[in-house]
């Protein structure tokens, strides 16, 4: 059993310089970033990766899961968020943002990654009034809406674990994911993330095979746009593993095999 701890310990950076040299993805799930908002997990198509030490996340995932609503200016490529009373004006590649009409400075710029925007999560949240903690222990961002609330520094959230009944959320759950349905219909080009998020959904109120019924209209969307598949077979694989759900977990994870052959041993490793 040693042994097999002393393997894994090597073999996880070795495969992880693999993938990264080939870019394949920019994170590797074992060790990856977490983020959490008011105690419970946010899960993304794209991880989240850290860039010059700001924690940098897919930008609609974000901002939706903080009740902010997106648009987009193709002619300046320039990210607008409103919130309530905050409005928010983020160009992508600039270390310039405008929050209210007030020009702010960025450490790290949004930038894109696997095609999609990727944004300082500290930024994002404290623009939007939230408060935000890091966990380095558990590698977690921990966002709550309430930032006249203290939080432990070290406060360590954990997924909740459904037991595949519904939960007393699954009215609220299950509207949301009717809303998302309906953005996938008219922006079918982000049909990876919109299907990505209605899984992540349908997990959290345990309804797993239809769930992953969604991650793979998700991966057959990236497989169209020729995407690697790496990051969205890995990241549900590791939803279910947090939902307790070991053996459909397991199942994701051959079929990712057979479908996405080239990163074979990273799934491997994953299995438990």
């Not at 799930?29 to 924690?55: C, Y």
């Not at 990210?79 to 004006?89: H, N, R």
């Not at 432990?152 to 349905?181: D, R």
Request: glycine residues 4%; contains cysteine.
């Amino acid at each position: 059993m040693e042994r097999k701890k002393q393997y894994k310990k090597w073999l996880i950076p070795a495969i992880t310089t693999l993938i990264v040299s080939s870019t394949i993805t920019p994170t590797f799930a074992d060790e990856g970033i977490f983020v959490n908002v008011d105690g419970k997990p946010i899960f993304f198509d794209v991880q989240p990766t850290v860039i010059e030490g700001r924690t940098m996340v897919p930008l609609r995932g974000i901002f939706e899961s903080l009740g902010a609503k997106l648009a987009w200016d193709q002619s300046t490529s320039t990210v607008k968020a409103t919130k309530e009373s905050i409005s928010i004006s983020l160009p992508v590649g600039s270390r310039e943002a405008v929050v209210n009409n007030r020009t702010l400075h960025l450490d790290v710029p949004a930038t894109i990654i696997e095609g999609r925007t990727m944004v300082p999560a500290r930024f994002v949240a404290e623009s939007l009034g939230c408060s935000v903690e890091w966990d380095g222990n558990t590698s977690t961002v921990n966002i709550f809406r309430d930032s006249s609330v203290n939080h432990s520094p070290n406060q360590k959230t954990e997924p909740s674990v459904s037991n595949g009944s519904s939960s007393t959320e699954e009215p609220a759950a299950l509207e949301s994911i009717e809303q998302l349905k309906q953005a996938m219909e008219y922006y079918p080009e982000q049909a990876d993330t919109y299907a990505f998020n209605i899984a992540a959904q349908y997990y959290e109120v345990g309804h797993y095979d239809e769930g992953t019924k969604y991650i793979f209209m998700a991966v057959n969307a990236k497989k169209q746009k020729q995407e690697s598949l790496y990051s969205t077979f890995s990241s549900a694989a590791q939803m279910l593993f947090n939902h307790g759900q070991v053996e459909r977990a397991n199942q994701l994870l051959d079929d990712a095999i057979a479908m996405d052959s080239e990163n074979t041993l990273p799934y491997q490793m994953m299995k438990k």
